[in-house]
Protein backbone atom coordinates (compact mmCIF):
# COMPACT_ATOMS: atom_id res chain seq x y z
CA UNK A 1 0.00 0.00 0.00
CA UNK A 2 1.53 3.38 -1.38
CA UNK A 3 1.49 6.02 1.63
CA UNK A 4 -0.27 8.92 0.28
CA UNK A 5 2.41 12.08 0.71
CA UNK A 6 -0.23 14.95 -0.15
CA UNK A 7 -0.31 16.12 2.91
CA UNK A 8 3.29 16.75 3.17
CA UNK A 9 3.87 17.67 -0.15
CA UNK A 10 1.76 20.94 -0.79
CA UNK A 11 2.55 24.32 -0.18
CA UNK A 12 2.21 25.48 2.66
CA UNK A 13 3.26 29.00 3.68
CA UNK A 14 6.37 29.35 6.01
CA UNK A 15 6.33 32.38 7.77
CA UNK A 16 9.81 33.60 6.99
CA UNK A 17 11.23 36.66 8.33
CA UNK A 18 14.35 39.01 6.79
CA UNK A 19 16.54 39.90 10.42
CA UNK A 20 15.86 43.56 9.85
CA UNK A 21 12.38 42.28 10.96
CA UNK A 22 13.12 41.48 14.47
CA UNK A 23 12.57 44.89 16.30
CA UNK A 24 8.58 44.42 15.21
CA UNK A 25 8.47 41.01 16.09
CA UNK A 26 9.75 41.56 19.05
CA UNK A 27 7.04 44.37 19.60
CA UNK A 28 4.35 41.84 18.30
CA UNK A 29 5.49 39.16 20.77
CA UNK A 30 4.14 41.29 23.78
CA UNK A 31 6.17 41.78 26.92
CA UNK A 32 8.64 38.89 27.87
CA UNK A 33 8.85 37.34 25.02
CA UNK A 34 10.86 34.23 24.32
CA UNK A 35 12.95 33.21 21.64
CA UNK A 36 14.85 30.50 20.10
CA UNK A 37 18.35 30.95 17.87
CA UNK A 38 19.74 28.36 16.45
CA UNK A 39 23.44 28.76 15.48
CA UNK A 40 24.30 25.97 12.59
CA UNK A 41 21.51 23.25 13.68
CA UNK A 42 22.42 20.87 10.26
CA UNK A 43 20.31 17.88 10.65
CA UNK A 44 16.76 18.42 9.21
CA UNK A 45 15.64 15.99 11.66
CA UNK A 46 17.00 18.26 14.25
CA UNK A 47 15.37 21.34 13.03
CA UNK A 48 11.72 19.77 12.93
CA UNK A 49 11.78 18.50 16.14
CA UNK A 50 13.46 21.82 17.54
CA UNK A 51 10.38 23.91 15.32
CA UNK A 52 7.99 21.55 16.87
CA UNK A 53 9.04 22.37 20.44
CA UNK A 54 9.10 25.77 19.88
CA UNK A 55 5.81 25.61 18.79
CA UNK A 56 4.88 23.65 22.36
CA UNK A 57 6.61 26.11 24.22
CA UNK A 58 4.85 28.76 23.04
CA UNK A 59 8.42 30.60 21.76
CA UNK A 60 7.19 34.12 19.66
CA UNK A 61 10.25 33.59 16.96
CA UNK A 62 13.47 31.23 15.87
CA UNK A 63 16.27 32.70 14.20
CA UNK A 64 18.73 30.59 11.56
CA UNK A 65 21.37 31.17 9.59
CA UNK A 66 21.11 31.46 5.96
CA UNK A 67 24.49 29.60 5.66
CA UNK A 68 25.57 27.07 7.75
CA UNK A 69 22.03 25.59 8.69
CA UNK A 70 19.63 23.01 7.61
CA UNK A 71 16.80 24.61 5.32
CA UNK A 72 13.20 24.25 6.24
CA UNK A 73 12.84 21.66 3.81
CA UNK A 74 9.28 18.99 3.30
CA UNK A 75 11.36 16.70 5.69
CA UNK A 76 11.71 19.08 8.25
CA UNK A 77 8.14 20.20 7.70
CA UNK A 78 6.79 16.67 8.61
CA UNK A 79 9.34 16.15 11.83
CA UNK A 80 7.86 19.42 13.04
CA UNK A 81 3.86 18.68 12.77
CA UNK A 82 2.52 22.01 11.94
CA UNK A 83 5.42 24.26 13.82
CA UNK A 84 7.46 25.24 10.61
CA UNK A 85 4.49 26.68 9.81
CA UNK A 86 3.10 28.41 12.89
CA UNK A 87 6.55 29.73 14.38
CA UNK A 88 7.76 32.77 12.51
CA UNK A 89 11.15 31.68 11.30
CA UNK A 90 14.08 34.85 10.55
CA UNK A 91 16.31 33.96 8.27
CA UNK A 92 19.64 35.97 9.23
CA UNK A 93 22.60 36.65 6.62
CA UNK A 94 24.87 37.29 10.11
CA UNK A 95 23.95 35.80 13.53
CA UNK A 96 25.80 38.25 15.40
CA UNK A 97 24.11 41.16 14.07
CA UNK A 98 20.99 39.32 14.72
CA UNK A 99 21.85 38.96 18.53
CA UNK A 100 22.97 42.83 18.59
CA UNK A 101 19.62 43.79 17.06
CA UNK A 102 17.74 41.22 19.68
CA UNK A 103 19.81 43.28 22.42
CA UNK A 104 19.14 46.36 21.13
CA UNK A 105 15.46 45.38 21.82
CA UNK A 106 16.35 44.95 25.21
CA UNK A 107 16.13 41.29 25.15
CA UNK A 108 18.75 39.38 27.38
CA UNK A 109 20.95 36.79 25.06
CA UNK A 110 21.68 33.40 26.70
CA UNK A 111 24.05 30.98 25.00
CA UNK A 112 24.39 27.26 25.61
CA UNK A 113 27.72 25.79 26.31
CA UNK A 114 29.25 23.63 28.66
CA UNK A 115 32.11 26.28 29.27
CA UNK A 116 33.60 26.69 32.88
CA UNK A 117 31.98 30.00 33.48
CA UNK A 118 28.48 29.01 32.41
CA UNK A 119 25.62 28.60 35.01
CA UNK A 120 23.89 25.73 35.56
CA UNK A 121 20.26 26.98 33.41
CA UNK A 122 18.57 25.88 37.26
CA UNK A 123 20.17 28.83 38.91
CA UNK A 124 19.81 31.33 36.06
CA UNK A 125 17.45 33.96 35.44
CA UNK A 126 15.28 32.84 32.60
CA UNK A 127 12.24 34.92 32.94
CA UNK A 128 11.87 38.69 30.82
CA UNK A 129 12.65 38.61 27.14
CA UNK A 130 14.82 36.60 26.52
CA UNK A 131 16.39 34.89 23.94
CA UNK A 132 18.23 31.52 24.41
CA UNK A 133 21.22 30.46 21.64
CA UNK A 134 21.64 26.17 20.66
CA UNK A 135 24.38 25.45 18.99
CA UNK A 136 25.17 23.05 16.42
CA UNK A 137 25.23 19.23 16.76
CA UNK A 138 28.85 18.25 18.00
CA UNK A 139 30.62 21.68 17.71
CA UNK A 140 28.07 23.75 19.97
CA UNK A 141 28.02 27.61 19.65
CA UNK A 142 30.73 29.04 17.77
CA UNK A 143 33.05 31.26 19.84
CA UNK A 144 31.69 34.75 18.55
CA UNK A 145 28.37 33.76 18.70
CA UNK A 146 29.22 33.06 22.77
CA UNK A 147 31.10 36.03 23.25
CA UNK A 148 28.13 38.13 21.80
CA UNK A 149 25.79 36.79 24.78
CA UNK A 150 24.90 38.00 27.98
CA UNK A 151 25.47 34.91 29.90
CA UNK A 152 26.49 31.24 29.31
CA UNK A 153 24.01 28.18 30.65
CA UNK A 154 24.54 24.40 31.14
CA UNK A 155 22.48 21.57 31.61
CA UNK A 156 23.87 19.58 34.74
CA UNK A 157 24.91 16.18 33.12
CA UNK A 158 25.14 13.41 36.05
CA UNK A 159 25.45 10.35 33.59
CA UNK A 160 28.80 9.36 31.24
CA UNK A 161 27.53 10.53 27.90
CA UNK A 162 29.21 14.57 27.51
CA UNK A 163 26.26 15.88 25.94
CA UNK A 164 22.15 15.53 24.97
CA UNK A 165 21.13 15.92 21.53
CA UNK A 166 20.80 19.28 20.36
CA UNK A 167 16.60 19.06 20.23
CA UNK A 168 16.17 17.40 23.51
CA UNK A 169 18.71 20.12 24.90
CA UNK A 170 16.52 22.66 23.17
CA UNK A 171 13.17 21.46 25.01
CA UNK A 172 15.10 20.98 28.44
CA UNK A 173 15.79 25.03 28.07
CA UNK A 174 12.39 26.27 26.89
CA UNK A 175 10.40 24.51 29.15
CA UNK A 176 12.69 25.77 32.31
CA UNK A 177 12.20 29.07 30.62
CA UNK A 178 8.86 28.65 30.85
CA UNK A 179 8.45 26.78 34.90
CA UNK A 180 10.45 29.77 35.83
CA UNK A 181 8.03 32.11 34.17
CA UNK A 182 5.00 30.53 36.08
CA UNK A 183 3.47 28.85 33.31
CA UNK A 184 1.70 25.68 34.36
Known amino acids: MA ?8 DIAILKHDESEIPELIEAAGENPLILVLDGIQDPHN ?3 ILRTADCAGVSFVIIT ?3 SAPVTETVRRIACGGAE ?5 LANNLRNALEKLKSCGVWVAGTSDHKASKSI ?11 VMGAEGDG ?3 LTGETCDFLLRIPMLGSVPCLNVSVATGVCLFEALRQRGVR
Do not use: C, M, T
Open 3 to 10: RDNAHYNR
Open 47 to 49: LGA
Open 66 to 68: KRR
Open 86 to 90: SVPIV
Open 122 to 132: YNANLKGALAI
Open 141 to 143: IRH
